[in-house]
C-alpha cells in the first residue's frame, strides 16, 4: 500500500523544561550551588525567558543540552530515515527488517512521482512485483535478512528517536532549508510544531539557517535570502 499519512507525535518532553535551562544559565553565573538555584526558583516566566533567550543568542548552547526530547514517528521511508540517523547527538529505535517480515509492505511515494500518474502507475507496478519477490524469498526458507536485500528505499519504516533541545535547534536548521528532501523536511516540521506548541518562545529557534543568520550560505540558494557573498 502507498502513501500513508506521515505521523509524529512528541512523546517525552521535560514539564519543566524552562526551570531547567533557567538553573543551567543561573549556574553558571552564580555563586549559588545549582542545586539551591533550582530548589529555590521563583522568578516568573518573563524574567526566566528573558535570561535564557540572552544567554542562547550569545551561543552559550550548552544550557540547552539538558532537555531531551522524544518522538515517535510512523509513515516515514527508509531513504527518510537513512538521512535522519546520519545527524549526530541522537538515538534511534526503528523497525527492524531483520524481525518484521515486509510482505505487503507499505511503501512512501514521493511526490514528484505521485504528480505523473504514467509513472506513479509504473512505481506502484514496481512495488507490487518487489512485495511478491520478497514474499516467494521467504516462503522459500530465505531469512528476512537475506530477503530484505530488495526492497526498496521507499519502503515504510516507524522510528522512535531521541535528542536534546541543542540538536534539535540544529536539526531545524539544515532540514527545514528549502534544498533538504521534501520528505524529511515534513516530518523535522512536524516535529518542530509540536514542540513549539509547548513551548512557543522556540518559534524563532526552529527555523531554516538562513533565518537565523540573515544570509544563505549555501552554494545553490534557492533565492529566500541573499547569498554570503551577494
Given at each position: 500500500?502507498?502513501?500513508?499519512?506521515?505521523?509524529?507525535?512528541?512523546?517525552?518532553?521535560?514539564?519543566?523544561?524552562?526551570?531547567?535551562?533557567?538553573?543551567?544559565?543561573?549556574?553558571?553565573?552564580?555563586?549559588?550551588?545549582?542545586?539551591?538555584?533550582?530548589?529555590?526558583?521563583?522568578?516568573?516566566k518573563e524574567k526566566k525567558l528573558s535570561?535564557?533567550?540572552?544567554?542562547?543568542?550569545?551561543?552559550?548552547?550548552?544550557?540547552?543540552?539538558?532537555?531531551?526530547?522524544?518522538?515517535?514517528?510512523?509513515?516515514?521511508?527508509?531513504?527518510?530515515?537513512?538521512?535522519?540517523?546520519?545527524?549526530?547527538?541522537?538515538?534511534?529505535?526503528?523497525?527492524?527488517?531483520?524481525?518484521?517480515?515486509?510482505?505487503?509492505?507499505?511503501?512512501?511515494?514521493?511526490?514528484?512521482?505521485?504528480?505523473?500518474?504514467?509513472?506513479?502507475?509504473?512505481f506502484n507496478a514496481h512495488m507490487e512485483?518487489?512485495?511478491?519477490?520478497?514474499?516467494?524469498?521467504?516462503?522459500?526458507?530465505?531469512?528476512?535478512?537475506?530477503?530484505?536485500?530488495?526492497?526498496?528505499?521507499?519502503?515504510?519504516?516507524?522510528?522512535?528517536?531521541?535528542?536534546?533541545?541543542?540538536?534539535?535547534?540544529?536539526?531545524?536548521?539544515?532540514?527545514?532549508?528549502?534544498?533538504?528532501?521534501?520528505?524529511?523536511?515534513?516530518?523535522?516540521?512536524?516535529?518542530?510544531?509540536?514542540?513549539?506548541?509547548?513551548?512557543?518562545?522556540?518559534?524563532?529557534?526552529?527555523?531554516?539557517?538562513?533565518?537565523?543568520?540573515?544570509?544563505?550560505?549555501?552554494?545553490?540558494?534557492?533565492?529566500?535570502?541573499?547569498?554570503?557573498?551577494?
Open positions: 500500500m502507498g502513501n500513508k499519512s506521515l505521523e509524529v507525535s512528541l512523546i517525552g518532553i521535560p514539564s519543566n523544561l524552562l526551570d531547567v535551562i533557567y538553573t543551567a544559565c543561573r549556574t553558571c553565573y552564580s555563586a549559588d550551588g545549582a542545586v539551591d538555584i533550582f530548589n529555590n526558583v521563583t522568578d516568573d535570561l535564557i533567550k540572552r544567554i542562547i543568542s550569545s551561543g552559550h548552547y550548552s544550557t540547552i543540552e539538558h532537555i531531551q526530547l522524544t518522538f515517535a514517528i510512523n509513515n516515514i521511508s527508509r531513504a527518510a530515515t537513512h538521512q535522519l540517523v546520519r545527524h549526530r547527538h541522537m538515538s534511534f529505535s526503528q523497525k527492524s527488517q531483520r524481525y518484521v517480515k515486509e510482505a505487503d509492505f507499505d511503501y512512501i511515494v514521493p511526490v514528484a512521482i505521485e504528480k505523473s500518474s504514467e509513472l506513479l502507475k509504473k512485483a518487489t512485495s511478491k519477490l520478497y514474499t516467494e524469498l521467504v516462503e522459500a526458507g530465505i531469512k528476512k535478512e537475506d530477503a530484505r536485500s530488495i526492497l526498496p528505499n521507499a519502503t515504510a519504516s516507524s522510528i522512535v528517536c531521541s535528542l536534546n533541545l541543542r540538536e534539535l535547534i540544529h536539526l531545524a536548521n539544515l532540514r527545514l532549508c528549502t534544498r533538504a528532501q521534501l520528505e524529511i523536511r515534513m516530518a523535522i516540521a512536524k516535529m518542530c510544531a509540536l514542540v513549539i506548541e509547548q513551548e512557543p518562545w522556540l518559534t524563532e529557534h526552529l527555523v531554516p539557517k538562513c533565518e537565523r543568520l540573515g544570509y544563505c550560505d549555501e552554494d545553490n540558494s534557492c533565492g529566500r535570502k541573499p547569498t554570503k557573498n551577494g
